[in-house]
């Protein structure tokens, strides 16, 4: 009697939980929620509008029931700290460059090596293609990662600006101050181009600029005229060292929380993102060009025989990471 008591009892209390468990998922995909995302730059940068209109499709796509609530400016800290608000799910969208996703899932460095893309076209192909696929799935899969990796976005090639001197050849860094993304591999390369390689935080960057505490630093056209350090260092030089991939990523603990379909609808409304930003990208970066060009600031090019120089003297750098992706690398130079 007791026996058979307890088995039922066993049985009804598996039934009632496997239908809370059912009720409770409904009805938290149900649920009203307001995905918070940030970004370091400003309202109207192309990485940020192209999130804003993913909330906004999300929002007209699920009758309100998701929507985004945009956090721009580095309103919430600079990209370490959001990932690191995404890992524990205090933030869901964060988008980051490469750099310093880096350090956290080893393979994504591929696209943090100097010169590893020929040119911006090269790295739209290969973000687009079957490796661009394999690396999201790679950071979405890596245990220690905690994020899904929804999209790409593009954010075209990084030159090197300061405030002492125009760089007319690799020999004119030698001893600048370079302030670097928190990644070793950038580090090294600027020591390997002459400079003085020192990580630090996009949001420290301006003050240090203005204080001294660097030359400069190296960024993409939007990235230098948006963030206004053409007011602090007024010579840019087109070395294009790094052309670096970024990525929206998304929180796991948030994405383990809704159903298979919203899962879906955020990679579908990721991937149109990603072409959306594309677009938005290509029109910022003229724009940006001219913006810094009436300023006077002074933008200096390189003949391929002077940026082959460049190229030469990162091999220090190919010796000491490039060991590890010789594969990939492999397939990225095929891609064409
Ligand atoms: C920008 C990029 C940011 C961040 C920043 C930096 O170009 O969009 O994600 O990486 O550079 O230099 O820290």
Redesign the pocket.
Known sequence: MKRREVIRLGTTGLALGALGFGFGRSALAQQKMVLKAAD??PLGYP?VEAVVRLGKKLEAQTEGRLSVQMFPSMQLGG?KEMIEQAQVGALQFA???V??MGPVVDELNVFNMPFVFRDVPHMQKVIDGAIGDEMLAKLTNSPQSKVVGLAWMD?GA?SVYNSKKPIKSIDDLKGLKIRM?GNPIFVDTMNALGGNGIAM??DQLYSAMQTGVVDG?E??PP?YESGKHFQVAKYYSLTEHLIIP?ILIFSRVTWDKLSAADQALLKKVGKEAQLEERKLWADKEKESMDLIKKAGIEVLTFTPDQKKRFQDAVKPVWDKYGGKYADLVKRIQAVN
Do not use: L
């Open positions: 370091v730059h990485t990209e988008r980051i460059s750099g310093p954010a990084r993304m935080g996009f630093a960024n993409n990235s970024e």
